[in-house]
């Protein structure tokens, strides 16, 4: 293994604990794991970094995260109330979005218990996969402050930062430089490989890139700062070569400046106005010039995301989930299943694909359906509809530009699930998770706060 990775591993280490120090939160090591696991959840994944506990499983960093929030949300309110000596009586928000994604997770693990009750090792893996949203969420709900939130932003900014300077020079130096699992590379065109930065993909990099982007763009960076950190992490998109990165940056900038921002009306109509010319001459420009004939464009056509395959995929997810009651209830568990073999072989004739080693059905839905049934994607669209919603409501009722973020990082979450398959696990969602924990302890400091003036003024 190469030695920029420990120095790496080391490098984010210190930053970890230089950020919590800087910021001094109430539950510093709360803090410390989830800026840590912020900048090496995937490094620390790889064979020779990660950690194994008796050959059955290994503690990789976001089941060590999720171990530590369960132990965190059974053990702090004992040490709050002893230390009170009475009961806990903060005011505690409870949005309805909670119901939704805690019965999603629910059926989820009852479908993973009835085709993993066999293996305990491998039931076990997928309680702490699927569960990890939820803990996760709880125990940052419980533990944030402002102190936490400077940390997590600081952590979050420094990984696109370093991401996108490792992905320029994947790009235009050593294509192998920082590969964490070089199996996973993809091509971009003309012999070039799309860069990862510090993460496993494309995709991962390129929205932990945008999850950094939206958190910029409204808390305390301003001027040149936010200008240079928004440019380079517009690159470290870009470079991505990943298509649904692209449209999930593009609504944001667009929405975002028509509507988010305090840019006065003329500019708006301006922007507006510009990218429609723009887009129309943009579309006459590569259907007349023969673009798509080129070599480049077809072999991004013609690669493993063809949407003529993806379709395919979409009809034999539908077609097998519906083909029973028990699939219909339960779905049919992980990628282990001889379903899943059976039906995903049929598609595409490729053995990785079937085997879940690469691939998969492309559409987070449609994987949730085969795997955990009707109920289980019906609470889960229900979540991702009311999630976004609600930050937008207190974003109205407060002015606070911060609920922005978990809205815009909801909807792209949306929007990127409609051609992939990144369950509210991966970086993206564990992202979500957190930056909305954090926002909604904000209001119940405000709500708490607001309550003690009104109570003084009473008294």
């Known amino acids: 293994m190469a030695s920029y990775f420990y120095i790496y591993m080391a490098l984010s280490f210190c930053l970890s604990i230089f950020f919590v120090k800087k910021a001094k939160p109430e539950y510093p090591l709360l803090t410390f794991l989830v800026c840590f696991w912020l900048f090496v959840g995937d490094v620390a994944n790889m064979e020779g970094l990660k950690i194994s506990v008796g050959g059955a499983f290994d503690l990789q960093p976001l089941r060590v995260l999720f171990l ?200 708006k109509v301006l922007v507006i106005t510009l990218s429609a010319i723009i887009g129309v001459f943009a579309i006459f420009l590569i259907l007349g010039s023969g673009v798509m004939e080129s070599s480049v464009a077809q072999e991004r056509m013609m690669d493993e995301g063809t949407m003529e395959l993806r379709f395919e995929l979409y009809q034999k997810a539908i077609e097998v989930s519906f083909s029973d009651i028990h699939g219909i209830i339960f779905g049919y568990g992980g990628t282990e299943s001889p379903v899943y073999y059976n039906a995903m072989y049929e598609v595409t004739g490729n053995q990785a694909w079937a085997l879940g080693e690469r691939g998969g059905w492309h559409n987070l839905f449609l994987e949730v359906l085969f795997f955990n049934g009707l109920p289980a994607v019906i609470f889960l669209l229900i979540f991702l509809i009311a999630f976004p919603k609600y930050y937008l409501h207190l974003k109205n009722i407060t002015g606070n530009a911060e609920y922005y973020i978990p809205f815009y990082l909801g909807i792209g979450y949306i929007i990127a699930n409609l051609t992939l398959g990144l369950g509210l696990e991966t970086n993206f969602g564990i992202i979500i998770a957190i930056s909305a924990a954090i926002m909604l302890k904000n209001r119940e400091n405000q709500i708490k706060l607001e309550n003690s003036y009104a109570n003084k003024n009473y008294a």
């Not at 996760?136 to 300077?165: C, H, N």
Request: hydrophobic share 50%.
């Open 68 to 267: 530590f929030s369960v132990v965190f949300l059974i053990v702090d309110p004992f040490i709050k109330q002893y230390k009170k000596k009475i009961a806990e009586s903060e005011y505690r928000v409870q949005p309805r979005y909670e119901t939704y994604v805690i019965a999603f997770t629910v059926l989820s693990c009852i479908s993973y218990t009835i085709y993993s009750r066999s293996d305990p090792a491998k039931l076990f893996v997928a309680i702490t996969t699927v569960g990890a949203f939820v803990v996760i969420y709880f125990a940052v709900k419980r533990g944030a402050d402002e102190g936490m939130k400077q940390a997590v932003k600081l952590s979050l900014v420094s990984v696109a930062v370093i991401s996108t300077l490792v992905a320029i020079y994947q790009l235009v130096g050593d294509q192998s430089f920082f590969r964490v699992y070089p199996d996973y590379s993809r091509s971009a065109f003309g012999g070039l490989l799309r860069s990862t930065g510090v993460f496993r993909d494309d995709y991962i990099h390129s929205y932990v890139v945008f999850c950094a982007l939206v958190w910029i763009s409204f808390t305390d960076f301003t001027g040149i700062k936010k200008r240079i950190l928004s440019t380079l992490f517009l690159i470290g998109i870009f470079i991505a070569f990943m298509r649904m990165g692209y449209v999930v940056t593009a609504f944001f900038v667009a929405h975002a400046i028509i509507y988010a921002s305090n840019v006065n009306l003329k500019l």
